[in-house]
T-cell receptor, first 114, second 114 residues
Framework: DSGVTQTPKHLITATGQRVTLRCSPR?????VYWYQQSLDQGLQFLIQ???????AKGNILERFSAQQFPDLHSELNLSSLELGDSALYFC?????????????FGQGTRLTVV | GNSVTQMEGPVTLSEEAFLTINCTYT??????LFWYVQYPGEGLQLLLK?????DKGSNKGFEATYRKETTSFHLEKGSVQVSDSAVYFC?????????????FGKGTLLTVNP
């Protein structure tokens, strides 16, 4: 158990809909990262938050947004869903925002868009 | 930008065989290098890491040496077990500026047969 909790584990929704994925980082970790894992693109970095502020952005679509709340949990919002958004979404957390300790990953949310 | 290239899988070995999974990287500065492992149905777990040139990371019989001259971080294990069957990801940290994120290779599926 990494200490990072993601909910829900599975999500099935229709095209055009909006979903929210939730992540609770390890106790004491200030940074949260979101990754998308798909068969064709591999593991892609989406976005990073550190202590409530956006720190880095990767290949995140404009239809996607995220935030980190004062209690440090984070949510990833995916809207106007398309079939191609079907993927495994991982959250990871680490202590710092600008150094390189290891990142701890949650078990992921599997999103299926039908 | 930064990138990681690892050998395409899948790799299938018999128990007690020698394992090498190649990983090369392109990066500015001096990144840290990581190997993560993903067991079926689980999130990614850090397997080992190296933070500077010539460092050797090791864990659970796996080893990898940070080779700056060849920009490589190949994963090796002398005798694999069935329980090593998983997807292995090579990654580097991008700690430029005030940001930090991991850039992953596409992953290599390892299957070890008894």
């Amino acid at each position: 158990d990494s200490g990072v909790t993601q909910t829900p584990k599975h999500l099935i929704t229709a095209t055009g809909q909006r979903v929210t994925l939730r992540c609770s980082p390890r106790s004491g970790d200030l940074s949260v990262y979101w990754y998308q894992q798909s068969l064709d693109q591999g593991l892609q970095f989406l976005i990073q938050y550190y202590n409530g502020e956006e720190r880095a952005k990767g290949n995140i679509l404009e239809r996607f947004s995220a935030q980190q709340f004062p209690d440090l949990h984070s949510e990833l919002n995916l809207s106007s869903l398309e079939l191609g958004d079907s993927a495994l979404y991982f959250c990871a957390s680490s202590v710092y925002g600008n150094r390189d300790p290891e990142a701890f990953f949650g078990q992921g949310t599997r999103l299926t868009v039908v | 930008g930064n990138s990681v290239t690892q050998m395409e899988g899948p790799v299938t070995l018999s128990e007690e065989a020698f394992l090498t999974i190649n990983c090369t990287y392109t990066a500015t500065g001096y990144p840290s290098l990581f190997w993560y492992v993903q067991y079926p149905g689980e999130g990614l777990q850090l397997l080992l890491k190296a933070t500077k040139a010539d460092d050797k990371g090791s864990n659970k019989g796996f080893e990898a040496t940070y080779r700056k001259e060849t920009t490589s971080f190949h994963l090796e294990k002398g005798s694999v077990q069935v329980s090593d069957s998983a997807v292995y990801f090579c990654a580097l940290s991008d700690s430029g500026g005030s940001n930090y994120k991991l850039t992953f290779g596409k992953g290599t599926l390892l299957t070890v047969n008894p």
